[in-house]
């Protein structure tokens, strides 16, 4: 059975940073994009950054010059390395890893506190 595993949140002061990472263990197979969402109290979880198997990255506007994303395939893990955070930047993250015939999966969440 496949699961993604977060480690890396916590509560830290606005312009510090955070590394996120999301580690998959279990027989995960093939795996296509990788990334990571978040959900903020009384909003819609949104996307925050993605990688395709062969490296193209994708952000959100407002992270944009801020987080970085990069994965390592061989140990079906990645990594959101979060620089210049802000109190807006509050909120659960989770991972997420695609499959093949659309299938995906989901870390449980980890919690990123920014303080002003």
């Known amino acids: 059975q496949v699961q993604l595993v977060e480690s890396g949140g916590g509560l830290v002061q606005a312009g510090g940073s955070l590394r996120l990472s999301c580690t998959a263990s279990g027989s995960i197979g093939s795996m296509n994009v990788m990334g990571w969402y978040r959900q903020a109290p009384g909003k819609q979880r949104e996307l925050v950054a993605s990688?395709?198997?062969?490296?193209?990255?994708n952000y959100a506007d407002s992270v944009k010059g801020r987080f970085t994303i990069s994965r390592d395939n061989a140990k079906s893990a990645h990594v959101l390395q979060m620089n210049t955070l802000k109190p807006e930047d509050t909120a659960v993250y989770y991972c997420y890893i695609d499959r093949a015939l659309g299938v995906r999966y989901w870390g449980r969440g980890t919690q990123v506190t920014v303080s002003s």
């Open positions: 990688i395709t198997r062969g490296g193209s990255t």
